[in-house]
């Protein structure tokens, strides 16, 4: 049966009915609980990676410089206390340009804004472009400083039509290999309400730094980083029949666009779905009996969730476990850990889906953030 069908009618297990999704189900099907277990000794960790696995050096810009600058994040060190990506391990998607000079005359008035500026949170911001299987590492969590957008948009000039505000940034002069100049996004009226955007000062308690857009960026939460513009110098409203930018050109695929539209009202907002993968597999030692601990991340949607499926290879039926903690938001991402005892040794290739079928999830549908690792000891 379908994953879907199969969730939404449910099974017999021991003359037992159970509805899918139902923590009932859960633990029948898994064995998994909230339960505290024991964790058992470590043995060591095991490898995770993509299709041809690489070295990926974190930590350090890669690719070039300007658009071409790349900086990924090493997912695989995230834990119940170190969830917050510290500011110099950021991913890094585009330096800054040659031309910027935050302590030049700003054409907005920065000084008053940052006055005004409090504490917005943690946010987490993904590249559209989050494609490397070895590591899945353009993604970050930070706690940001900001004033909403919508404060700011009160003291903009009036516009008899306006439906949208129109965010735009320094940018390097020139297209390169990877990107194309020019950074702005069209957001809706509605949309500013809904996401609570801001224009974001300090990270992790600290001064933006140059290349994560200093003096001041947006930050749209929910959205992906494409529309999060860095280096902001203009902000402006628009009519009803603004046209789309080349910066929403360029990643309408990554964001999911059904078509490419001309006017800006016709983009779909570039929301990040429900996702989830492994970071990290753990060989453990469990009541005398080789366990393996997978570790791994739940993020985007547009409300927590409480339950995720797992597969081990394609083609197998995936297996639905609960979330220990159950997540409090949706704005970050959550750990969630699955014990499993594989029956071979060989390669498997992890992959996650919603529990839930009427959750969206069209990067897992597609295959996103599957990630293999080879068992030699069972």
Not at 27 to 39: H, I, N
Request: proline share 10%.
């Amino acid at each position: 049966m379908r994953r879907r069908a199969f969730l939404r009618g449910g099974l017999t297990i021991g003359g037992v009915a159970f509805l899918g999704g139902t923590d009932a189900l859960v633990e029948a099907l898994a064995g998994q609980s909230c339960k505290d277990r024991p964790a058992g000794e470590l043995l060591s960790v095991v490898p995770l990676h993509g299709a041809t696995p690489r070295a990926t050096p974190f930590g350090q810009i890669v690719g070039g410089p300007g658009l071409d600058a790349r900086r990924f994040a090493d997912l695989s060190r995230l834990e119940p206390g170190r969830l917050i990506t510290p500011t110099r391990e950021m991913f890094l998607r585009t330096a800054a340009p040659a031309a910027l000079d935050p302590s030049a005359a700003w054409p907005l008035p920065i000084d008053r804004w940052r006055r005004a500026a409090k504490p917005m949170g943690a946010h987490l911001i993904e590249c559209s472009g989050n494609t490397d299987p070895d590591n899945f590492g353009l993604m970050s969590v930070c706690e940001w400083d900001g004033l909403p957008l919508t404060h700011v948009m009160d003291s903009l000039p009036p516009h008899r039509e306006a439906a949208a505000v129109l965010v735009s940034g320094l940018d390097h002069p020139e297209s390169s290999r990877s990107s194309h100049a020019g950074a702005s996004w069209v957001l809706p009226l509605d949309a500013v309400k809904q996401t609570g955007a801001f224009l974001a000062f300090r990270v992790n308690g600290e001064p933006l730094p140059a290349d994560h857009g200093a003096p001041v960026r947006l930050v749209v939460p929910g959205w992906y980083g494409c529309s999060w513009i860095k280096w902001v110098n203009d902000i402006r409203l628009v009519g009803p029949d603004e046209p789309i930018t080349s910066q929403m050109i360029e990643f309408s695929l990554r964001t999911h666009q059904p078509a490419l539209p001309t006017l800006a009202r016709d983009y779909q907002p570039p929301v990040i779905d429900l996702a989830a993968m492994p970071i990290r597999v753990e060989k453990r030692r469990v009541a005398g009996r080789i366990e393996y601990r997978v570790v791994g991340i739940v993020w985007g949607g547009d409300r927590p969730v409480t339950h995720l499926q797992i597969r081990f290879r394609a083609g197998e039926p995936s297996t639905p476990f609960p979330i220990c903690p159950a997540p409090r938001t949706h704005r970050t991402w959550s750990l969630w850990e699955y014990r499993w005892r594989p029956t071979s040794p060989g390669l498997y290739s992890i992959a996650l889906t919603a529990a839930d079928p009427t959750i969206r999830t069209r990067r897992l549908d597609v295959s996103f953030y599957v990630r293999r690792v080879l068992i030699t000891d069972v």
